[in-house]
């Protein structure tokens, strides 16, 4: 019944789409009749192929050949989309936005963002409710921490985005990251208290709610009016990967973990593997950390790249602060 909430959340995004969206708009003549097919084609069965892949391997364990073999395959048919895409003036995806450094390194910090914040949504089930033997309410109280931190800080970003270095937003929120998969692999140990857990839990959602609106306007820095539409699917694109993605790292370092101590292909928490399941859930969350710890990389780039521009706008503010000190004084 879970997935019936999603109907009236659709309707009520068709009505408030039909009321603000323009009701009417230029087409260019013949665009219609330029729409890549063939891209769509290509990039359609990279996707279905690769979740095919992702399915299989929840289930055989991502070490089977089949996965490794339809992985294999994924990545040629999105080489080949990516080949096609760059010499395509319609291509469905504008592969030459990321010629542009800062579009690239916010896409970037997205996906690794989105990545690591994948862990702990597939990963804390497992501990809280198999391992800890919370009940489901008990353990969705705890979960439901980060989302709700991160709603509650995305605005107050936002708003400090408008005002300070966006670039310094985002490499003080991975950072926070950083420290939040730490706190997650340090915390599911045996003797600790589990509602330690809410610490890495808020943490978690600081840091996204720090990232997110800084790096969403930072990803449209330099991209063109006409081509915001295209930045924007990429964008939301590379975000579903990042989510998808991070749910396949984290099961699959988890389970084969635990598939290797145990002998056998293991695909969900097994009563008396504790040891093995804590050993893997803590190897997941610190591979998590070497990936945030990328993202702070990003983040530092964009900080270098953005760093002239910033420095004019400094000064231009200062030049004006002064001249009208001055005239105040006159």
């Known amino acids: 019944?879970?997935?019936?909430?999603?109907?009236?959340?659709?309707?009520?995004?068709?009505?408030?789409?039909?009321?603000?969206?323009?009701?009417?708009?230029?087409?260019?003549?013949?665009?219609?009749?330029?729409?890549?097919?063939?891209?769509?084609?290509?990039?359609m069965m990279t996707i279905i192929v690769w979740y095919a892949g992702i399915s299989i391997g929840q289930t055989n364990g991502y070490l089977n050949p089949v996965?490794?073999?339809?992985?294999?395959?994924?990545?040629?048919?999105?080489?080949?989309?990516?080949?096609?895409a760059r010499k395509q003036s319609n291509s469905v995806l504008n592969i030459n936005l990321f010629k542009d450094k800062i579009f690239s390194l916010s896409i970037g910090v997205s996906i690794i963002a989105s990545v690591a914040n994948s862990f702990s949504n597939i990963l804390l089930p497992f501990y809280l409710e198999s391992y800890r033997g919370m009940s489901p309410a008990a353990a969705s109280i705890i979960m439901v921490g980060q989302p709700a931190i991160m709603v509650a800080v995305t605005p107050i970003a936002g708003f400090l985005g408008d005002r300070i270095d966006k670039a310094l937003l985002n490499l003080i929120g991975m950072a926070i990251m950083v420290i939040s998969n730490i706190g997650y692999a340090w915390t599911t140990t045996v003797n600790l208290s589990p509602y330690l857990i809410l610490i890495p839990v808020v943490l978690n959602g600081v840091a996204m709610g720090i990232v997110n609106s800084p790096n969403s306007a930072l990803t449209m820095?330099?991209?063109?009016?006409?081509?915001?539409?295209?930045?924007?699917?990429?964008?939301?694109?590379?975000?579903?990967?990042?989510m998808m993605s991070g749910y396949a790292l984290a099961e699959g370092i988890l389970f084969t973990y635990m598939s290797v101590a145990a002998g056998h292909v293991v695909n969900n928490y097994v009563k008396g593997q504790d040891a093995s399941f804590l050993a893997g859930t803590q190897m997941a969350y610190y591979i998590g950390a070497i990936l945030t710890l990328v993202g702070v990389i990003l983040a530092v780039g964009q900080m270098r790249t953005l760093r002239p521009k910033t420095s004019n706008n400094q000064g231009q503010l200062i030049h004006s602060l002064f001249h009208w000190t001055a005239d105040e004084k006159a």
């Open 221 to 242: 820095t330099n991209v063109p009016k006409d081509l915001l539409g295209a930045a924007g699917s990429i964008s939301s694109l590379t975000r579903t990967i990042g």
């Open 1 to 43: 019944y879970i997935f019936w909430v999603n109907v009236p959340i659709g309707i009520l995004a068709i009505i408030m789409g039909a009321i603000a969206f323009p009701k009417k708009q230029e087409v260019e003549a013949g665009a219609a009749h330029n729409f890549d097919i063939l891209g769509s084609f290509l990039l």
């Open 67 to 84: 996965v490794i073999a339809i992985t294999a395959f994924t990545i040629v048919l999105l080489i080949i989309f990516i080949l096609r």
